[in-house]
């Protein structure tokens, strides 16, 4: 990195020196926290609704006796208890998490835990109340999120990678797996494969839970055929449950990328907006120090 | 090349301040999973849990109206079984006699706020107007299953009677006892507990959750005795209401047949109702009384039906 032009004297001394921009306005900010409480609960209700019925089907109507996927609990040949996971054919041994798991000391049959589901006891109808008054709020949320993004060309600018990022992309991607992020100039803006994964999950993975999720709706089905885009109700559920997955995988790698491109720098940036694109070891005497 | 700082607004945190906002963080974190459930078992927890259910009601009934039909499927799709939920026999003994006679001395009430108060048998029934759909049932647990209904419009049935100028909502009392009030504290709990199907988790501490229903069908039929008695206390009885738009609504019907045959005992014989745009457990079987109201106070808890009493919304189109 250069040295500041200001630079007097012979002695060097190494002192820290920051470069600052200013990232995410309030309201990207606010989006952003209020969507971690929105999907929380409604990650944590949706499983407390799943475990109601635990099993998943396609077509419009469920086929019982041939779930697609089953969490479950049985027997194995010594007469324990178990957990089960069935998917299309293949059986896996999950106890103590998913099927058959620990609630308050004692083994329970339920697909997920208690420490997994709000409530955490096996509870559907306020699940239900949790899950469609923080759809409502995400809902609200996105909807915000949209129109001031579009409105101010933010969504633009953070979500679709320019013509130079798309002929990187080999190289974003080896940034990625060797953890060494760009800083100064290329700082300013999300690299490639951190504006298409946000562009997946705003512009697909996010559309898609409310569709697939209003696809369940009785009274929303009179009105709009949406359980037939997704090839009927219970395909509609799958979806949503899978979408779910694509969701928490996400969530996992972005807090797993967050703490490791230095997490100090992104949470204040996430908090106060303000995000350090460049930190310099400069001489002494070269302008403000801070 | 340094453009001068761009300072912010903020001075850099310092470590110590860092230090107690990850830790204020985390401890939230932690306390918000377990203040979840305390708050929403509060008074002001429950009503703002409400709000997304008034929410529904809202837009749903801006955008429904009476000419938005529940998808109606060909034959070819009916399920090869219609699993039937919530009681599957009634253990109630007038109910028994009525059943083991076909149902003959079956006369459904219809009154409360009506002109002409109605007993019909279901040979009445049978030769009002019919309607036959075949749509599908969601279960509130979230399964479907696709079933070919015929009956009479309830429309039919509340024009023969005629409703007076307070009626706002119908509800129907039906002749299974679910379980025996004992009137003690410890209901509550149960309450919170249950869960409208009857697909269920036969182990497991929780599995009474979901087995509410069932066992409710249970317990009785120890007994059987369809008043109650000193040790088992009064029986609740199933019952829904809804209110006239939905009352009116084309496809909601008075069900006899059942993909072409008599309903069966399991899946409400002789009569259920279908309300197509909401979730199964609004579909009352065994419907003995039609009761015009206006107002759902004074009827079981007061929330408009055996489910919602416990925690279920009364408007179930979600």
């Known amino acids: ?290 | 090349m340094i453009e001068g700082p761009m300072k912010p607004r903020l001075s850099i945190p310092k470590p110590h301040r860092r230090g107690f906002l990850t830790a204020a963080a985390g401890l939230f974190g932690v306390s918000a999973l377990g203040g979840c459930d305390r708050w929403a078992a509060s008074p002001a927890g429950q009503r703002t849990l409400k709000l997304g259910e008034d929410a529904n009601l809202f837009v749903q009934r801006l955008l429904l109206t009476p000419a938005s039909l529940a998808k109606e499927f060909p034959d070819s799709e009916i399920s090869p079984w219609f699993k039937p939920n919530g009681t599957i026999e009634p253990p109630d003994k007038t109910y028994k006699a009525l059943a083991a006679k076909n149902f003959e001395g079956f006369r459904l009430r219809v009154d409360g706020l009506v002109e002409r108060p109605q007993d019909l048998s279901l040979a009445d029934l049978r030769a009002l107007p019919a309607r036959t759909q075949t749509t599908r049932h969601d279960c509130v647990e979230g399964w479907s299953a696709i079933g070919k209904w015929t009956g009479v419009p309830l429309s039919e049935v509340l024009q023969r009677a005629g409703l007076k100028p307070q009626a706002r909502y119908v509800v129907f009392h039906c002749a299974d006892t679910m379980e025996y009030a004992t009137g003690g504290g410890d209901e509550t709990e149960e309450k919170t507990t249950a869960n409208p199907g009857m697909e269920s988790r036969p182990e497991g501490a929780e599995s009474q959750a979901s087995d509410s229903q069932a066992a409710g069908a249970e317990a009785p039929a120890q007994g059987g005795d369809d008043e109650g008695d000193e040790a088992q206390g009064t029986p609740v009885r199933y019952y829904e209401s809804i209110d006239l738009t939905d009352a009116f609504h084309p496809q909601t019907i008075l069900a006899y047949d059942l993909n072409g045959k008599a309903l069966p005992v399991s899946n409400g014989a002789p009569l259920r109702l279908r309300v197509e745009r909401q979730l199964g457990y609004k579909q009352a079987k065994y419907v003995m009384r039609i009761e015009v109201t206006e107002s759902l106070n004074g009827i079981g808890d007061g929330k408009g039906g055996y489910w919602e009493d416990r925690g279920y919304e009364w408007y179930a189109g979600i």
Request: aromatic letters at 10%; charged letters at 15%; hydrophobic letters at 45%.
């Open chain 1, 1 to 290: 990195m250069a040295a500041g032009s200001t630079l007097s004297g012979p002695d060097i001394v190494e002192t820290v020196r920051r470069r600052w921009m200013f990232r995410h306005p309030l309201a990207i900010r606010l989006a952003h926290w209020l969507n971690v409480v929105c999907l929380a609960i409604l990650l944590m209700s949706g499983l407390q609704i799943f475990n109601a019925h635990p099993a998943l089907y396609w077509g419009a109507a469920s086929t019982f006796d041939k779930p697609f996927v089953a969490i479950t609990d049985d027997q194995k040949d010594d007469g324990t208890p178990r957990g089960i996971v069935y998917v299309a054919g293949h059986t896996f041994d999950t106890t103590g998490v998913l099927g058959l798991s620990n609630l308050n000391g004692q083994p329970a049959g339920r697909a997920f835990p208690s420490w997994a589901t709000l409530p955490a006891h096996q509870d559907l109808a306020t699940g239900r109340r949790w899950h469609f008054l923080f759809a409502w709020a995400f809902v609200i949320n996105g909807l915000i999120y949209l129109i001031y993004g579009l409105g101010t060309g933010q969504l633009r600018r953070r979500l679709i990678p320019d013509g130079d990022q798309m002929r990187g992309f080999g190289s974003s991607i080896r940034e990625h797996l060797t953890l060494h992020f760009p800083e100064g100039e290329e700082a300013k803006r999300y690299n490639v494969l951190q504006k298409l994964t946000y562009l997946i999950v705003v512009a697909v993975l996010l559309p898609l839970m409310l569709l697939t999720g209003l696809s369940m709706s009785p009274g929303v089905n009179a009105v709009v055929p949406l359980p037939e885009l997704f090839g009927g109700r219970q395909s509609a559920r799958t979806v949503h449950f899978i979408v779910t997955n694509l969701l928490v995988l996400f969530v996992i790698v972005h807090v797993l990328l967050v703490l490791l491109s230095g997490v100090v720098n992104n949470m204040r940036s996430m908090i106060t907006g303000w995000f350090v694109i460049e930190r310099q070891k400069l001489p002494a005497g070269s302008g403000e120090v801070r």
